[in-house]
């Protein structure tokens, strides 16, 4: 099971942190993304970072987010920066099985006032 937290009301410009914890180790998953939901928008893969390899970004948040892992602690995070308006969303980290299974946690609000 994943849990998500961090989202929250911010003003354009800010920086919120999302973290995304697993009840087993994220070890079994092959990779860690997160993905987001505006209203009337498709879900979108915002980052995904495969175990081992090096992060990837959608083009609408390259240079402003970070996603990263804490193995330790089974958590992985996205540092967002420079946020816009256009990244109100609600932000869903999920973790992608050997078999290609996507394991979702529950969703996070984020909120970003102009």
């Known amino acids: 099971q994943l849990q998500a937290s961090g989202g929250g009301l911010v003003q354009t410009g800010g920086s919120l942190r999302l973290s995304c914890t697993g009840s087993?180790?994220?070890?079994?998953?092959?990779?860690m993304n997160w993905y987001r939901h505006a209203p009337g928008k498709q879900r979108e893969l915002v980052a995904g970072i495969p175990s081992g390899g090096s992060p990837n970004y959608a083009d609408s948040v390259q240079g402003r987010f970070t996603i990263s892992v804490n193995n330790a602690k089974n958590t992985v995070y996205l540092q967002m920066n420079s946020l816009k308006p256009e990244d109100t969303a609600v932000y869903y980290c999920?973790?992608?099985?050997?078999?290609?299974?996507?394991?979702w946690g529950q969703g996070t609000q984020v909120t970003v006032s102009s």
């Open positions: 999920a973790g992608i099985g050997r078999t290609g299974t996507t394991y």
């Open positions: 087993e180790t994220i070890f079994r998953f092959v990779a």
